[in-house]
């Protein structure tokens, strides 16, 4: 009579959960952060329909502002984002 060997089970092996950085989240916290520190606009980033840029929305007394600052345009996502606060604080009154 012959006797059949047993194989070991083969068991699943769990890979270390590392959180993964990805674009949306980092793109998450860098708008927390440039909402705090300017109210009146945000960043857009849409590659479907390839815009880059801030976009400054203020609305008073009914009356809606919106202006788009393009990355390009105006030289790059640092000089957008001056150019929007520059017009934010031409607008708004302090």
Request: charge should be positive.
């Amino acid at each position: 009579m012959k006797t059949l060997k047993k194989t070991p089970k083969k068991t699943a092996t769990k890979s270390p959960k590392t959180p993964k950085k990805t674009a949306t989240k980092t793109a998450k916290k860098t708008a927390k952060r440039t909402a705090a520190k300017n109210p009146y606009i945000r960043r857009i980033d849409s590659d479907a329909h390839h815009v880059h840029g801030w976009q400054v929305q203020i609305k008073r007394q009914g009356v809606a502002l919106y202006k788009m600052f393009s990355d390009r345009p105006n030289g790059g996502k640092g000089a957008a984002l001056k150019a929007a606060v520059k017009y934010r604080d031409l607008v708004l009154p302090r």
